[in-house]
């Protein structure tokens, strides 16, 4: 048996092999998530007793509708705590096909579907099942910060094309066009998008379509935000665009739409070749997501939408307030989001200056969020983390007042008066 030399035993009292710990290079290689990181910094001062106005997580303030919550009741009462199939119960897949064709009138079966532990659950599937090393995955940014990793994980390289702010941070089928080599897989999408808030057209979406049909790429259309919108024009499920149903993967969830973060329900719909691999992954990683919040998500997309509604009128107010505030912040500027509740905005004309009550110098977008919640007690992520240097993400899912009390802060941290 080897010996350590640096500890006579582990903890069970057997000998520790160093020689052998040591961690994959895929793991090592791993950035921890941004938004998680900085919502933990908040969480650490607001322990010590400080008041922080923490706008770092993308997560609804409202509770989950009661109506939901007395499905996962029943369900308990019922029994329905056990090993669901794998891939998720037929019921809650009936479900889901049943809500496409109501709000999209796209057509799935159930054996389309694969109901996993959330939506970035949803799209590590996808990614594993579909990618592997010596794949391109293109990436349009700023993009939500586990794209990248995900795609990596699965031994793919994630090529990112930046968007810019002129063009409202959308992906234009030139863009698109110009970064297909003969390496890549597929497109991975997000809209409405984190964190930008950008939105697509159907004329937009149609451009990138062509794209994918010409060079017979695969579309992961990540529409988690789908039900989060403040545009006229109404939401367009990428798969409904002509010629795009086979070779489109949707991801969606009921966390965003129903306040359902921690139910952690997320899905994929695809062909039935594509959804046979990834349930059979999936039956190897998790078994199967939780029985319990599989009735609750059931109960969610069969129910009455109108809590669905009223919490996105609610946003729209803040989305609206938030606007107001940022507008009114010298030297900063946001294309106004289209969708979600991010607000993703320009702060590199303060790179060199002193901010705050500490007359602090920041040089970078992960500087000045260091420096804002240090010195003013805000909690924002930075856009280094999104791909977007000189930007940063606040959330406005939560209460006026908190973005009222927040903003002044902000704005009395880069100098003016409140």
């Given at each position: 048996m080897l ?6 035993n582990?903890?069970?009292g057997?000998?520790v ?13 791993l ?12 969480k ?11 706008f ?5 303030d ?14 308990m009462?019922?029994?329905h705590?056990?090993?669901t199939?794998s ?11 049943a809500a ?8 799935y ?8 532990n959330g939506a970035k ?26 794209y ?17 702010e ?8 030139p ?8 390496k ?19 004329d ?12 017979d790429?695969?579309?992961c259309?990540?529409?988690i935000?789908e039900r ?5 024009e ?6 409904t665009?002509?010629g ?11 966390s ?8 952690r ?8 070749f ?9 039956s ?21 939408q109108?809590?669905?509604e009223?919490m996105r ?9 938030t ?8 030297g900063?500027?946001?294309?106004a ?7 993703f ?5 303060y790179?060199?200056?002193?901010l ?8 970078t ?10 010195d ?9 983390a ?15 007042d ?11 941290f ?5």
């Amino acid at each position: 048996m080897l010996k350590s030399d640096a500890a006579p035993n582990g903890a069970a009292g057997f000998p520790v092999c160093v020689s052998k710990m040591k961690l994959s290079p895929a793991v090592t290689a791993l950035k921890p998530s941004a938004t998680i990181a900085a919502a933990a910094k908040a969480k650490a001062l607001k322990s010590q007793g400080v008041t922080v106005y923490d706008f770092t997580l993308g997560e609804p303030d409202f509770n989950t509708p009661e109506h939901i919550q007395n499905a996962a009741i029943e369900a308990m009462r019922a029994g329905h705590t056990h090993y669901t199939p794998s891939g998720g119960t037929l019921e809650l897949k009936k479900a889901i096909c049943a809500a496409y064709q109501r709000d999209y009138q796209i057509k799935y079966e159930p054996n389309q579907v694969v109901v996993s532990n959330g939506a970035k659950h949803s799209i590590h599937n996808v990614l594993t099942a579909l990618c592997g090393p010596g794949d391109e995955v293109i990436i349009p940014a700023p993009y939500w910060v586990s794209y990248a990793a995900l795609v990596e994980l699965a031994g793919a390289t994630p090529v990112i094309v930046e968007t810019s702010e002129a063009s409202g941070w959308r992906l234009t089928g030139p863009q698109f066009a110009a970064a297909v080599t003969p390496k890549t897989r597929m497109l991975l999408l997000n809209s409405p998008c984190n964190p930008t808030g950008a939105t697509y057209s159907t004329d937009q979406l149609q451009a990138l379509a062509d794209v994918a049909a010409k060079h017979d790429l695969l579309v992961c259309s990540d529409e988690i935000y789908e039900r989060l919108l403040y545009t006229d024009e109404p939401f367009r499920c990428f798969a409904t665009l002509p010629g795009m149903y086979e070779r489109t993967i949707i991801i969606s969830g009921v966390s965003k739409a129903y306040a359902m973060t921690g139910w952690r329900i997320g899905w994929t719909l695809a062909t039935p070749f594509i959804t046979a691999a990834m349930d059979n992954l999936q039956s190897q990683e998790t078994s199967n997501p939780c029985s319990v919040s599989q009735y609750a998500a059931a109960a969610a997309l069969t129910g009455s939408q109108e809590c669905v509604e009223a919490m996105r009128r609610e946003f729209a107010k803040r989305r609206q307030y938030t606007l107001e505030r940022v507008a009114a912040l010298p030297g900063v500027n946001m294309p106004a989001p289209g969708g979600a509740f991010y607000a993703f905005f320009n702060i590199s004309s303060y790179f060199g200056k002193p901010l705050g009550a500490k007359r602090q110098v920041v040089q970078t977008a992960t500087d000045f969020c260091t420096a804002l919640l240090e010195d003013a007690h805000v909690a924002l992520v930075s856009g280094d983390a999104f791909g977007a240097p000189g930007y940063v993400r606040l959330s406005f899912a939560t209460s006026i007042d908190t973005l009222k009390s927040g903003f002044d802060r902000i704005q009395s941290f880069l100098g003016g008066s409140v």
